[in-house]
């Protein structure tokens, strides 16, 4: 029983002595791995005292040359000289201030409009009412075969209401009735010179764009191939409501917007003011000797046609 006691009475003291001696220990072992590895002698040495860490003593020159590799491990080297890389030249330097240039989006292919009627008696140019119209045209041109028109055209009579009208093209063969209609589509603010009147309202919806297809007049139902050969003047056809009735008017544009079709191809295209290029100039006239010569032998010249 007194073994027990003394026991419990001196473990405690001996594992504290223990773990300070343990303590001691560590703190000694680190000052040693310290002052070996960390602290700096050099200040010790004499003079002039070579410090690397290995000398060689040997006598051989510190720089001999190495036992080169077999070449035999590698394969042919490729002596073909590289192309020469150029060196790309610095960017200027970009102005913060200045205006950035829109990149030009491509143009998409424009798309004519479907004719929808072609030498009909629905649109008879005779039956015209030029004294209340008010139509022009604001762009005329055309790329390859395809036309394209801006403008407007309303009536300028009290009432008269841009929203509840439909623009038609009426591209006429010059001396003829011959005629093709197209539909044309608004386009508000596209003249960039908006009409204005007194009695007609909502012209902004009175102002149109059409493309058409001079080579290929097609229908919602079948193609009737290249427009007649001839010169085409045109007219615009407004379908509104006037004092609660349907109302077509037909207007004449200016005879001055003319266009001259061949085997489906645009040869002139005149604006008010313009006038067509000068015809090709004719063959030269054969030679008197090449005519006698012909004279003499019209047997030859039947032979030939």
Do not use: C
Not at 27 to 38: F, G, N, V
């Amino acid at each position: 029983m007194n073994f027990h006691k003394w026991i419990r009475k001196h473990f405690g003291r001996s594992i504290v002595k223990f773990l300070i001696g343990l303590l001691i220990l560590a703190i000694i072992a680190s000052a040693i791995i310290y002052l070996l590895t960390q602290f700096d002698y050099s200040h010790l040495l004499p003079s002039g005292t070579d410090t690397r860490s290995y000398v060689v003593n040997s006598g051989a020159p510190l720089t001999a040359t190495p036992t080169p590799t077999a070449f035999a491990r590698f394969p042919e080297a490729d002596l073909t000289a590289a192309p020469s890389v150029p060196i790309a030249t610095a960017a200027p330097t970009r102005d913060p201030n200045a205006t950035p240039t829109p990149t030009p989006e491509p143009s998409p292919t424009p798309t004519p409009a479907l004719a929808t009627a072609m030498m009909a008696e629905e649109f008879r140019p005779g039956d015209r009412d030029d004294k209340y119209g008010n139509v022009g045209l604001s762009e005329f041109s055309y790329t390859g075969s395809i036309v394209t028109m801006e403008g407007w055209a309303y009536a300028d009579v009290y009432g008269f209401d841009g929203r509840e009208s439909e623009i038609t093209l009426i591209v006429r063969l010059r001396g003829t009735n011959h005629y093709v209609a197209y539909p044309t589509v608004k386009e508000k603010n596209i003249t960039g010179n908006q009409p204005t009147s007194d009695k007609a309202f909502n012209l902004d919806e009175a102002e149109f764009s059409v493309k058409f297809d001079v080579a290929n007049v097609v229908t919602s139902t079948e193609d009737l191939g290249p427009l007649p050969d001839g010169t085409y003047i045109f007219g615009l056809s407004i379908d509104t409501e006037y004092n609660g009735e349907a109302v077509r008017a037909f207007y004449t544009l200016d005879a001055g917007y003319n266009m001259t079709v061949q085997d489906g191809e645009i040869l002139s295209l005149l604006t008010p003011g313009t006038t067509a290029p000068p015809s090709p100039s004719p063959a030269p006239e054969a030679s008197p000797e090449a005519s006698a010569s012909a004279q003499a032998s019209p047997s030859a010249s039947a032979a030939a046609e």
